[in-house]
């Protein structure tokens, strides 16, 4: 006879081998970055490299002797990162905490003094940094622009093109935009770019969309950017592509997560969700491998390019581009 305690025990870790199994089914789709060259001499930028993707794609590059700038917002985080891949890797390539803060221009600015002053070239600039934030909080930037709006594009459109003359510098250089699938799902309206309506709406609701269109607006944003830059800079030595690194498991979700949603979600996040270093793995082929060297305007994920179902105007891409310039020189929204 099987004692029941020896029943009680065999219940759960029977449940969590086939979840450990399952994962590892589904994970067979999720490609891994092979490349494993050198990178020694080369620089690396990244946004928001203290914590999930950014955090990994680091990692990952400073593991191959690479030199990463860790452009933070909070410089405590980045030097607190940096000390504890140190210590997991003593022989990594330097790493270098700088304060970047997104949501300000005259930060950015300030980070732009600092590198023009510190660094002569960039080779690979990754604009990993994002927020997610509950409409209803109607968080702004100091410029007064919607969070999302603001962060995830007027931020790094400003950051990109203030840092041009240093990736000229490095050709064959590379620009790696992180978007997201949900891309698909935004929209840009001009007449509302700050989603004042719909931020309105759910303050007097006091509830947010479920799927946030802040988020998946900015998104859009960022595949229309890297298009345009990249047909900007065609046959320039800088080549620009865009990936989703796909549904991570990371701090993206703090605002909008409760609790609970970890209980509820647990079976979707266990099965779907991978972890920030799978989720890096795009990033870090688009930054380093051979074979995308001379492809650009392309949209990447799982390490392979992905067809994306958005209808892309070339006249919204030309309008986006002049309004943000114009939004930037303004410095406030018009
Ligand atoms: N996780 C996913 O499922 C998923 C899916 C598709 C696309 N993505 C994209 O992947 C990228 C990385 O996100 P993640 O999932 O790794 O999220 P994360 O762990 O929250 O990392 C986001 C990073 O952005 C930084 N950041 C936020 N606001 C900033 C600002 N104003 N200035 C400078 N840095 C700022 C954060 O800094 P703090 O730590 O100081 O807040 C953090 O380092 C994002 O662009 C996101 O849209 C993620």
Redesign the pocket.
Known sequence: MVSSSVMYAAVPISVLVAIGLIRKWRARNWAKCVSNTCLRGKTFLI??????????TAKALAKRKGRVIF????IG?AKEAIAKIRKEQPNGGEMIPMQ?????FE?IENFVEVMKAGFHKIDVLI??????VPLKEDQK?KEGFE?HF???HL?HFYLTNLLMEHLKRATPSRIVV?????HERGNIDFDDLNLRKQIEQAKKSGTSPRHNPG?SN??LM?AYFARALASNLRNSGVDVNLC???????????HSVKWYHYILMAPIMLFF??T?KQ?SET?VFLATDHTVEGKTGKFYRNCEEYLSKYPFDKDVETKLWNVSEELVKARKPL
């Open positions: 946004t928001g490299a203290n914590s999930g993707i950014g955090l990994e452009a933070c917002r909070d985080k970047l803060d997104l949501a300000s930060s604009n990993n940094a994002g927020v997610v930037t969070i603001g962060v995830n931020g992180l978007s997201s699938t949900l988020y900015s998104k960022n989703c690194p796909g549904f991570c498991a990371t701090n993206l979700f703090r969700m991978k920030a989720g990033v």
